[in-house]
C-alpha cells in the first residue's frame, strides 16, 4: 500500500558528497516524520536525520554539521545531503517515514525503504 524507494548511494572516497533520496507512493493520506538510518554489518541500526513534516530536524551525533536532511512534501521525498564522508560512514542507508493512509487516516504506521548502500573508502 506504500512504498518507499531509496537512491543515490553509491561508493565514494573519503571528504566526498552524497545525496541520497527516498520518494514515498502509495495510498498516502499524510507523511508525518521522515527519516534516514543506517546499518553496517554486525552493527545496530542508528538514527542518521529525522524532519518533521513542519521542518525541524534532529541529527544523529556523528552525523551533525556534515549532513542535511530535508524533505519536498509535494513529491512525499525526503534527501539526505552527505559531505565530508568518512570510512566510518559505510553503511546501508535506510528511508523511514511515519504514513497516515486513505484506509485508516486515524492511525499512523511506520515504513521502511529497502536500503541504499553507501562505501566510503579510497
Known amino acids: 500500500q506504500v512504498q518507499l524507494v531509496e537512491s543515490g548511494g553509491g561508493l565514494v572516497q573519503p571528504g566526498g558528497s552524497l545525496r541520497l533520496s527516498c520518494a514515498a507512493s502509495?495510498?498516502?493520506?499524510?507523511?508525518?516524520?521522515m527519516g534516514w538510518y543506517r546499518q553496517a554489518p554486525g552493527k545496530q541500526r542508528e538514527l542518521v536525520a529525522v524532519?518533521?513534516?513542519?521542518?525541524?530536524?534532529n541529527y544523529g551525533d556523528s552525523v551533525k554539521d556534515r549532513f542535511t536532511i530535508s524533505r519536498d512534501n509535494a513529491k512525499n521525498t525526503v534527501y539526505l545531503q552527505m559531505n565530508s564522508l568518512k570510512p566510518e560512514d559505510t553503511a546501508v542507508y535506510s528511508c523511514?517515514?511515519?504514513?497516515?493512509?486513505?484506509?485508516?487516516?486515524?492511525?499512523?504506521?511506520?515504513?521502511w525503504g529497502q536500503g541504499t548502500q553507501v562505501t566510503v573508502s579510497s
Open positions: 502509495g495510498s498516502i493520506f499524510s507523511i508525518n516524520d
Open positions: 524532519v518533521t513534516r513542519g521542518g525541524s530536524t
Open positions: 523511514n517515514a511515519d504514513v497516515r493512509t486513505y484506509d485508516s487516516p486515524w492511525r499512523r504506521k511506520d515504513y
